[in-house]
């Protein structure tokens, strides 16, 4: 178990390019989250699914923003022309049990992938 | 909807001093309270959590949070720090019911002076 990963680590764009990162994470959890994090602020969340199911998606993830998890296992999110605004922090989680059966689930994160675009 | 405030972004204390990190929640519904630790260039870590019980929880490096309802606080303490506790500090809430996503404050940044 090599906790969740999460690729590229950066990525410099320029504005209207399309970017994908990719999340693998912990092998038996069927939960993963992402979240993004701009500067001077905490995660916000924007998306999870259950297995291959997206459950839930934030208001934050506008239509240039996809995330896919086309086997239950590794997710992608990608998005599609690039604005400045979108420079951030992107965080990939996965827990095993959902947070209403076992209590209180543990998330663990990737280190991330930083996004900049110019 | 739930809300987090963290109203220090950034805390410089000297070593070995006694450290308190500050978070208050807003929420019409009962809600699980948490703290994460981001390290330098680290993923957000579990450091401790409030799920119900005892309103004092203790993570397994000498911090410990109190869970007061009344103040709907859920501040973080340490008596004595050390350099290895520098690092970037997030409160975090999730209610009971519903919906699965963590709301976070926007964190506190720790640093120790030698």
């Known amino acids: 178990d090599t906790g969740v990963s999460q690729n590229p680590r950066h990525k410099i764009t320029k504005r209207g390019q399309n970017v994908t990162f990719r999340c693998d994470p912990i092998?038996?959890?069927?939960?993963l989250y992402w979240y993004r994090q701009t500067l001077g602020q905490g995660p916000e969340f924007l998306t999870y699914?259950?297995?291959?199911?997206?459950?839930?998606k934030s208001r934050l993830l506008s239509d240039r923003f996809s995330a896919e998890r086309p086997k239950g296992s590794f997710s992608t999110l990608e998005i599609q022309r690039t604005e400045q605004g979108d420079s951030a922090m992107y965080l990939c989680?996965?827990?095993?049990?959902?947070?209403?059966?076992?209590?209180?689930?543990?998330?663990?994160f990737g280190a991330g992938s930083r996004l900049t675009v110019l | 909807a739930q809300s987090v405030t963290q109203l220090d972004s950034q805390v410089p204390v000297f070593e070995e001093a006694p450290v308190e990190l500050r978070c208050n929640y807003s929420?019409?519904?009962?809600?699980?309270l948490f703290w994460y630790v981001q390290y330098p260039n680290q993923g957000l870590q579990l450091l401790l959590k409030?799920?119900?019980?005892?309103?004092l929880v203790e993570s397994i490096n000498g911090f410990e949070a109190e869970f007061n309802k009344s103040q709907t606080s859920f501040h973080l303490r340490k008596p004595s720090v050390h350099i290895s506790d520098t690092a970037e500090y997030f409160c975090?809430?999730?209610?009971?019911?519903?919906?699965?996503?963590?709301?976070f404050g926007t964190g506190t940044r720790l640093t120790i002076i030698p």
């Open positions: 989680a996965s827990s095993f049990h959902s947070i209403f059966v076992s209590g209180a689930n543990v998330l663990t």
């Open positions: 092998s038996e959890h069927n939960r």
């Open positions: 699914f259950q297995n291959e199911a997206q459950l839930e």
């Open positions: 929420s019409s519904v009962s809600v699980y």
């Open positions: 409030y799920l119900s019980g005892s309103t």
């Open positions: 975090a809430v999730i209610p009971y019911f519903g919906n699965e996503k963590l709301t």
